[in-house]
C-alpha cells in the first residue's frame, strides 16, 4: 500500500467534491461535531467547508496529499488558527471562538508534526510536567509527595505507553519512535476525551510503527481519536471511520474499505488500483 504523500494526484481537477453534512443533526453521541468550517489566509482557503462528526470513542482518519488541508484543519480546531467560518461543537459545546487553553480544558488534546519535548529532562519528568500542567493544582509550589495522585498517573502513563523500562533516561538520548512515543503519553495526560494525532507515524522504522499500532489500539474504549497520517497502512488499520481531504475540501467519508477499495479515491491518491 502506497503512502498518501507519495500518491500521485495528476487527476485532481475531475474529483467531485463530496456534499456537505453541515445540516446533520447534533447526536447525543457526537464528541466532536464539524459545520462547514472555513480558514481562510487572505484569498486562500486552506480548509473550505469541511463538515464531520466524530462519536465518542471513535478512531478517526483524516487523509490527504500534502496541501490537502489536514494540519489547518487541526489548527481550525485546536484554535491555534480559529476558523474564519463555520462552526466546532464539543460534546455539544460550541467551543469556535474558545482559546486552545479553554480547549484543553474541556479535554481536548494533540500532538504535533514537530516535537515539542524537553530533551533535558528524563522522560518520566517530561510525563510528569503534562499531568500537573493540566491539573487544577498546576500553579501550586508545593512538591508533589510519592503518594500524590499525580505522581500514580504519570507512572500509569509511562506503563500505558510502553516506556517503564526508560523512565530515567534523558528524552535527548531516546530513539526518534520512542520519543513519538512519549509525545502520545504527553497527550494522555488529565484523561483527555479527544486526541488529535497529527502524522504520529513520520519518520518510523517497520518495528517502531509495529509499536505504535498497538499503542493506538490499546487506547482505552471510551477515548476518542482523530489521526491525520500519510502511511494508510498505520491509518485504515486503527480506526472505524475515515475522511479524504483534496485542495481544502471533503472528497470522500467512509470506512477503512470504503476507503481503500474506492475507485475515485484509487484514480486520484493511487493512480489505480494496486
Given at each position: 500500500?502506497?503512502?498518501?504523500?507519495?500518491?500521485?494526484?495528476?487527476?485532481?481537477?475531475?474529483?467531485?467534491?463530496?456534499?456537505?453534512?453541515?445540516?446533520?443533526?447534533?447526536?447525543?453521541?457526537?464528541?466532536?461535531?464539524?459545520?462547514?468550517?472555513?480558514?481562510?489566509?487572505?484569498?486562500?482557503?486552506?480548509?473550505?467547508?469541511?463538515?464531520?462528526?466524530?462519536?465518542a470513542?471513535?478512531?478517526?482518519?483524516?487523509?490527504?496529499?500534502?496541501?490537502?488541508?489536514?494540519?489547518?484543519?487541526?489548527?481550525?480546531?485546536?484554535?491555534?488558527?480559529?476558523?474564519?467560518?463555520?462552526?466546532?461543537l464539543?460534546?455539544?459545546?460550541?467551543?469556535?471562538?474558545?482559546p486552545?487553553?479553554?480547549?484543553?480544558?474541556?479535554?481536548?488534546?494533540?500532538?504535533?508534526?514537530?516535537?515539542?519535548?524537553?530533551?533535558?529532562?528524563?522522560?518520566?519528568?517530561?510525563?510528569?510536567?503534562?499531568?500537573?500542567?493540566?491539573?487544577?493544582?498546576?500553579?501550586?509550589?508545593?512538591?508533589?509527595?510519592?503518594?500524590?495522585?499525580?505522581?500514580?498517573?504519570?507512572?500509569?502513563?509511562?506503563?500505558?505507553?510502553r516506556?517503564?523500562?526508560?523512565?530515567?533516561?534523558?528524552?535527548?538520548?531516546?530513539?526518534?519512535?520512542?520519543?513519538?512515543?512519549?509525545?502520545?503519553?504527553?497527550?494522555?495526560?488529565?484523561?483527555?476525551?479527544?486526541?488529535?494525532?497529527?502524522?504520529?507515524a513520520?519518520?518510523?522504522?517497520?518495528?517502531?510503527?509495529?509499536?505504535?499500532?498497538?499503542?493506538?489500539?490499546g487506547?482505552?474504549?471510551?477515548?476518542?481519536?482523530?489521526?491525520?497520517?500519510?502511511d494508510?497502512?498505520?491509518?485504515?488499520?486503527?480506526?472505524?471511520?475515515?475522511?479524504?481531504?483534496?485542495?481544502?475540501?471533503?472528497?470522500?467519508?467512509g470506512?477503512?474499505?470504503?476507503?481503500?477499495?474506492?475507485?475515485?479515491?484509487?484514480?486520484?491518491?493511487?493512480?489505480?488500483?494496486?
Amino acid at each position: 500500500m502506497a503512502s498518501v504523500s507519495n500518491l500521485p494526484a495528476r487527476r485532481a481537477g475531475t474529483a467531485r467534491i463530496a456534499p456537505p453534512v453541515a445540516n446533520k443533526p447534533l447526536m447525543s453521541g457526537d464528541a466532536l461535531v464539524l459545520e462547514s468550517v472555513t480558514r481562510a489566509f487572505g484569498a486562500l482557503r486552506a480548509v473550505d467547508e469541511v463538515s464531520l462528526s466524530v462519536a465518542a470513542g471513535q478512531k478517526y482518519a483524516v487523509l490527504g496529499s500534502n496541501g490537502a488541508g489536514k494540519t489547518t484543519l487541526f489548527n481550525a480546531i485546536t484554535g491555534d488558527f480559529p476558523p474564519t467560518a463555520g462552526r466546532i461543537l464539543f460534546f455539544g459545546e460550541d467551543i469556535t471562538a474558545l482559546p486552545p487553553y479553554e480547549r484543553i480544558r474541556k479535554g481536548l488534546r494533540r500532538t504535533y508534526q514537530s516535537s515539542l519535548l524537553f530533551k533535558e529532562l528524563s522522560v518520566r519528568d517530561n510525563l510528569f510536567l503534562a499531568v500537573r500542567g493540566v491539573g487544577n493544582n498546576r500553579f501550586s509550589f508545593w512538591r508533589a509527595g510519592a503518594q500524590h495522585s499525580s505522581q500514580q498517573a504519570t507512572d500509569d502513563i509511562l506503563h500505558r505507553v510502553r516506556l517503564d523500562h526508560l523512565r530515567d533516561e534523558l528524552v535527548g538520548n531516546l530513539a526518534h519512535g520512542q520519543q513519538r512515543q512519549l509525545e502520545i503519553g504527553m497527550a494522555l495526560a488529565g484523561a483527555p476525551r479527544l486526541i488529535l494525532f497529527d502524522e504520529p507515524a513520520a519518520g518510523l522504522s517497520p518495528a517502531e510503527r509495529r509499536e505504535l499500532v498497538a499503542l493506538l489500539r490499546g487506547l482505552p474504549p471510551h477515548m476518542s481519536f482523530v489521526l491525520i497520517e500519510h502511511d494508510l497502512d498505520i491509518a485504515l488499520r486503527v480506526v472505524g471511520r475515515v475522511t479524504v481531504m483534496h485542495n481544502g475540501r471533503v472528497l470522500k467519508h467512509g470506512t477503512p474499505e470504503e476507503i481503500e477499495n474506492d475507485p475515485q479515491v484509487q484514480s486520484i491518491y493511487m493512480g489505480g488500483k494496486h
